[in-house]
C-alpha cells in the first residue's frame, strides 16, 4: 500500500473531471488506464462537482470501475486496480 502511495504522490494527473462531470466515456477512460498502469490519479475541476464531494465522486468512479480509493487529497483522487 505505501509503495502505491508513494508511486501515486510523483505520479502526474492522468485524467480530469470538469464541466461535463461523469459520463460514460470518462468511466471508460479511467478503466482503461487501471489496465494499462494499475493505478490512476484523477483531479477534480472546480466546475466538476456539481453539488458533490470529491469523496462521493472517487466512490462512484471507483464503484464503476471495480477499483480502490487509495487516498484522497483535495480535489484529487487516487485509484488502484483490484487486486485478485
Known amino acids: 500500500m505505501r509503495k502505491m502511495e508513494r508511486k ?23 478503466s482503461r488506464n487501471l489496465k494499462k498502469t494499475g493505478i490512476v490519479k484523477v483531479r477534480i475541476l472546480k466546475t466538476g462537482f456539481k ?8 466512490e462512484k468512479i471507483a464503484g464503476a470501475t471495480g477499483s480502490n480509493i487509495v487516498r484522497i487529497i483535495g480535489h484529487t483522487f487516487t485509484l488502484r486496480k483490484n487486486q485478485k
Open 51 to 58: 453539488g458533490h464531494t470529491t469523496e462521493e465522486i472517487a
Open 8 to 30: 501515486s504522490r510523483r505520479d502526474l494527473t492522468t485524467i480530469r473531471i470538469g464541466k461535463r462531470g461523469i459520463t460514460s466515456s470518462l468511466i471508460e477512460e479511467v
